[in-house]
């Protein structure tokens, strides 16, 4: 028997690879598919099954093109509806893989077709679960991302507190937990680092999985405080239901070079938006006027996902040599299959030509603190609400870059703002879109609040108010 975790990073996620005997199965898999293919191949191996914990919302599943290439069949949990065609597994419905067994325990509460695979081994004991999105490392998943259920968030918060003491928490200490994500994924608030765990240590210090803990209890620490979902999340989940293009049509048509006089064409004809997704050093130097930066060196899928809200917007990109099938590659895990290719010999190939760049001005942390020092400076702090409230620069006004499309009306042309997060990334995509849309008086503190709390600028503490 051989599992194999094959871990993305910049999705904190995790897909598994399942050998015994010759015979494969796959939970999770991302959208491009042919490594699964090569490492089956490679042991002279034939995939099986393709099983799929739910409807995720966060990327697009390969399940679709992996069950095309291979002949696999795809399982989903009791109740999922496709159309395409799939096996809905009943509730400890048992699957063989070679001389193991793979069981489906419905676990509804994240979704309602959330569904636990728990597997056998060659002796007849249970050795671990792929718990998907209903038991993470420290957390459990939202419940409330259900696609087209009259369901409230409270009704599926319900139903994950019995899945879990019903099917998961009845199971051996030493049997493993291997989630579908980990710490850096909006489908929990309070994920682990770790990304491979056990039934007993989750018992221990999951918060959810308290034993003197009541339902009600549950839903209401389960539900405070998550965040609203990002736009993209609800789209990812219809794609994965409905299915999509092969991602090799998709980086086909994407990854294709532009001379410069091809992409501003295209990008004036096609109403293409224009991302540059360098370094944001290299952003700041020089890019073409009106493009918008998310860097490939960060969070690139989560927050294409999160500020770019139509999945269908044509695409132009402004790639590191080399870099272009990886950004093509990475735009499909999260459904923005529209890339219409990539500006051929990059920054350097557009200047040549002779059209105009545009720059971003950028301070180090000490000159910013010398300014607000000399007189009134408008400072926006992009991060995260808690991060803005755990500790923020006094006078800042807080433009959480999540939110940046519905807060336009807070900011002025008229004004210079000073822009930071944390380290210095997010602060360069809100101000490239500020930048394309008008707001030009724009400087950025390189570093960010990282950087800012080495100064003795006057920070401002959370305070939590008495309950007394």
Not at 46 to 56: D, G, Q, R
Not at 143 to 169: F, Q, V
Request: aromatic share 8%; with cysteine.
């Amino acid at each position: 028997m051989k599992i194999e975790q094959i871990y993305t990073g910049c999705l904190a996620q995790g897909a598994y690879y399942i050998e015994s005997e010759g015979e494969v199965a796959i939970i999770d898999p991302l959208r491009e598919t042919q490594a699964y293919i090569d490492k089956a191949n490679a042991n002279n191996a034939k995939i099986k099954y393709v099983f799929e914990t739910h409807f995720h919302a966060d990327f697009v599943s390969g399940h679709v093109d992996l069950a095309k290439k291979t002949g696999a069949t795809i399982v989903y949990g009791p109740g999922a509806e496709t159309s395409y065609d799939i096996h809905s597994a009943k509730d400890n419905e048992d699957f063989k893989i070679g001389n193991i067994t793979i069981k489906a325990l419905h676990t509804p509460g994240h979704t309602l077709e959330s569904t636990t695979y728990l597997l056998i081994d060659e002796n007849g004991k249970n050795h671990a679960i792929f718990s998907g999105d209903t038991l993470f490392l420290g957390d459990v998943g939202r419940p409330d991302l259900a696609i087209k259920s009259d369901l409230t968030k409270e009704d599926l918060a319900g139903m994950l507190y019995d899945s879990l003491r019903n099917k998961i928490m009845t199971l051996a200490d030493d049997v493993i937990v291997y989630p579908a994500h980990g710490a850096g994924s909006a489908c929990g608030k309070n994920l682990s680092k770790e990304t491979v765990g056990t039934i007993g240590d989750q018992k221990k210090t999951n918060y959810a999985l308290r034993a003197d803990m009541t339902k009600a209890e549950f839903v209401k620490e389960v539900l405070d405080g998550i965040a609203p979902p990002p736009q993209y999340f609800a789209k990812n989940a219809m794609m994965n239901k409905t299915g999509y293009d092969s991602f090799e049509t998709v980086l086909k048509s994407g990854n294709s070079p532009l001379s410069p006089e091809d992409f501003e064409a295209m990008a004036n004809h096609e109403e293409a938006l224009v991302l540059d997704v360098r370094p944001q050093s290299e952003y700041i130097k020089g890019h073409i006027p009106n493009s918008i930066f998310i860097g490939l060196n960060g969070q690139f899928a989560p927050w294409v996902g999160a500020l770019i809200t139509d999945l269908k917007q044509p695409i132009l990109l402004v790639v590191p040599e080399g870099k272009s099938k990886e950004a093509v590659t990475r735009l499909s895990r999260v459904g923005y299959d529209n890339t219409l290719g990539y500006l051929e010999g990059g920054i350097e190939a557009w200047i040549a030509s002779g059209r105009e760049i545009d720059t971003l001005e950028s301070i180090s942390a000490e000159t910013f603190a010398d300014r607000v020092k000399n007189g009134e400076v408008n400072i926006l702090d992009v991060r995260k609400d808690g991060e803005f409230k755990s500790m923020h620069l006094e006078n800042a006004q807080h433009f959480a870059l999540d939110f940046i499309n519905t807060q336009m009306n807070e900011v002025s042309k008229d004004k210079t703002y000073h822009i930071h997060c944390a380290g210095g990334y997010r602060s360069v995509i809100a101000a490239s879109i500020l930048k394309a849309r008008g707001f030009h008086n724009l400087v950025d503190v390189a570093g960010g609040f990282g950087a800012i709390k080495k100064t003795d600028l006057p920070m401002t503490d959370f305070v939590c108010p008495s309950t007394l």
